[in-house]
T-cell receptor, first 117, second 112 residues
Framework: ETGVTQSPTHLIKTRGQQVTLRCSSQSGHNTVSWYQQALGQGPQFIFQYYREEENGRGNFPPRFSGLQFPNYSSELNVNALELDDSALYLC????????????????FGAGSRLTVL | TQLLEQSPQFLSIQEGENLTVYCNSSSVFSSLQWYRQEPGEGPVLLVTVVTGGEVKKLKRLTFQFGDARKDSSLHITAAQTGDTGLYLCAGLPSGSARQLTFGSGTQLTVLP
């Protein structure tokens, strides 16, 4: 069983550019969540995708958008990059969208480290 | 917004010592999780606690959920160098079962 894989692992962009980050969910998982982890901070929830639709969103502006594909993989897109967007972007997959079941937990990927200059 | 505060932010101890990390909030959480994250990796789930007052043990690690489900602690006995890492608590807010609220983390360094 493969875990969650993310690409690219590292990338550098300049202010105003756009970036796409990719995530393959763990086998058997149909839900993908994205988190942003700034240096020295805990992860912050960006949004969750379930059945190819956004299914909950944190306090992030509309320039953060995403997609989920029929094979449950996902993309995170960020437009008009700002310096504060520099962070580790974590993708996590789960069996289902409701995390209240003890059996339904998040499995995180290793993240994509974005640096905005 | 429900916030989780972790303390201490940094902790450096000698191998063999004991330590406790705290996670506090003014809000109630339906469950709380502890993760460990190592450099270049994503967080890895250690435990989930659900019931107020619950205590779970995982070898040398003891996790406790407060009676009111607003706070939690992680106690490590006889720390080892392999315990080094960033420890994160994360709560599932009451009324929202789809997103975790993370604390800012405790960076633990265990020295040989």
């Amino acid at each position: 069983e493969t875990g969650v894989t993310q690409s690219p692992t590292h990338l550098i962009k300049t202010r105003g550019q756009q970036v796409t980050l990719r995530c393959s969910s763990q086998s058997g998982h149909n839900t993908v969540s994205w988190y942003q982890q700034a240096l020295g901070q805990g992860p912050q929830f960006i949004f969750q995708y379930y059945r190819e639709e956004e299914n909950g969103r944190g306090n992030f502006p509309p320039r953060f958008s995403g997609l989920q594909f029929p094979n449950y993989s996902s993309e995170l897109n960020v437009n008009a990059l700002e310096l504060d967007d520099s962070a580790l972007y974590l993708c996590a997959s789960s069996l289902d969208r409701e995390l209240s079941s003890g059996a339904n937990v998040l499995t995180f990927g290793a993240g994509s480290r974005l640096t905005v200059l | 917004t429900q916030l989780l505060e972790q303390s201490p932010q940094f902790l450096s101890i000698q191998e063999g010592e004991n330590l406790t990390v705290y996670c506090n909030s003014s809000s109630v959480f339906s469950s709380l999780q502890w993760y460990r994250q190592e450099p270049g990796e994503g967080p890895v789930l250690l435990v989930t606690v659900v019931t107020g007052g619950e205590v779970k043990k995982l070898k040398r690690l003891t996790f406790q959920f407060g009676d009111a489900r607003k706070d939690s602690s992680l106690h490590i006995t006889a720390a080892q160098t392999g315990d080094t890492g960033l420890y994160l608590c994360a709560g599932l807010p009451s009324g929202s079962a789809r997103q975790l609220t993370f604390g800012s983390g405790t960076q633990l360094t265990v020295l040989p």
